[in-house]
């Protein structure tokens, strides 16, 4: 695994802080089956304890099932719908989980994201994990949002098949293992940002949510509305947290830049310097004190795109070109799509200036101040 990705980790010293004295619910972005493996290997090097992963039924196959147990993961359906005692089940069994402390990871967007955008958040996990809590507190619980940040992934093709129509394959061992073939290339980093964290109790006093209000012998009680609109809040939260963690990498900053050109082609000083102006923008006006943004030059990220064959330069007597390697930028969409919520503010006031010629400030407040609710509910702006 460690020769197959380089790992940057960044903020990890949050978990170490209430890992001792908190139930710990890790709640990453799901982009790839790599997650799994990534986030463990990511809290066991650092000398924390595993989590136990929710993983979907569909992972449940011959071998690969049970190799996935040992390294804890526990598998559920994707919908409990017409099964009551399934239902019952279940949520007794991630409560006695959370009685004993155990760490627990499940992704709530429910399925990994095939745009690169979050998905918005499915809400049965937090629901049972809120009405354990409810039902009989022990440790305060603690939610852990985490930005998980791809250079290459695994599953591209397979992504890019499916945005053009293709339907989507059922998990199958045979497929598995031709996904093992790809892993001889070149996958650059993988980077995970782990943001602030959300405490349950804050919540709580926030929705007026007494504890232990839930009846302790039951795990199927009704859920009064404040409850409900809790569950709701922490999970568009969540969400405004993972996006607030967001890594500007060299493959983003390139996706950026020439996705927006004719054919996907710059000559290299144009190139050159919107990967600049792109590194400055993030600098002096932040989204968040969280995002991390990379320290390469830009030449620096070109000649690293050129290596993880993203992208590729041809001479010209005029000035070398850089350009989409062939069939990657679908791939490159991807990416962008990660921190397209980081630019976005600064993208419509930058065409409300061109498109107007001379704007004043006043009207630019007033037109942003109308479209941002939109844009905060679908990009999950903070």
């Known amino acids: 695994y460690t020769t197959l990705f380089r790992s940057q980790v960044q903020h990890f010293e949050r978990v170490r802080e209430v890992a001792l004295n908190h139930e710990v619910i890790y709640v990453p972005c799901h982009r790839s089956h790599i997650d ?11 000398g924390l304890r595993i989590p136990n992963i929710a993983a979907g039924d569909n992972l449940n196959m011959p071998v690969v099932g049970q190799l996935l147990r040992n390294g804890g993961a526990f598998f559920m359906r994707r919908s409990f719908r017409g099964n009551a005692l399934y239902s019952a089940v279940f ?16 992704f709530i967007e429910g399925g990994r994201s095939r745009s690169g955008r979050l998905l918005p958040p499915k809400k049965g996990m937090i629901a049972m994990t809120v009405q354990s809590h409810l039902r009989q507190a022990g440790k305060p619980i603690v939610f852990i ?21 293709k339907p989507k394959e059922s998990e199958s061992l045979l497929g598995l293992l031709k996904t093992g073939k790809k892993l001889e290339k070149i996958f650059g980093t993988v980077h995970v940002s782990f943001g602030q964290p959300l405490h349950l109790d804050d919540f709580m006093q926030k929705y007026h949510v007494a504890p232990n209000s839930l009846p302790n012998d039951r795990s199927d009680s009704e859920i009064p509305d404040n409850i409900s609109q ?5 999970g568009v939260k969540i969400m405004q947290r993972i996006n607030r963690s967001a ?24 190139c050159l310097e919107q990967l600049a102006l792109y590194q400055r923008l993030a600098r002096t006006l932040p989204y968040d004190e969280d995002v991390t943004i990379t320290d390469a030059s830009p030449q620096s990220i070109i000649n690293y795109g050129i290596q993880l ?16 390697a062939e069939r990657q930028a679908p791939l490159l969409s991807y990416f ?45 702006l903070k």
Request: charged letters at 20%; hydrophobic letters at 45%.
């Open 145 to 165: 949002p985490t930005y998980i940040g791809y250079e290459r992934i695994v599953e591209g093709a397979t992504y890019v098949d499916e945005l053009k129509g």
């Open 230 to 234: 809790m569950i709701d809040n922490i």
């Open 309 to 324: 064959k993203l992208i590729e330069k041809t001479p010209h007597v005029l000035g070398d070109l850089v350009r989409i």
């Open 91 to 106: 949520r007794e069994y991630m409560h006695s989980m959370i009685q004993r402390n155990t760490p627990i990871e499940y």
């Open 247 to 270: 890594v500007i990498n060299p493959v983003t900053l390139l996706s950026l830049v020439l996705l927006d050109t004719p054919h996907g082609a710059l000559d290299e000083q144009s």
């Open 36 to 46: 799994y493996l990534l986030l463990s290997y990511v809290i066991y090097k650092r």
């Open 336 to 380: 962008r799509n990660n921190i397209l919520h980081v630019y976005i503010l600064l993208s419509l006031c930058a065409s409300l200036v061109k498109r107007n010629g001379h704007i004043t400030v006043a009207n630019i407040e007033n037109v942003v101040g109308i479209i941002y609710p939109f844009l905060q509910a679908e990009l999950f």
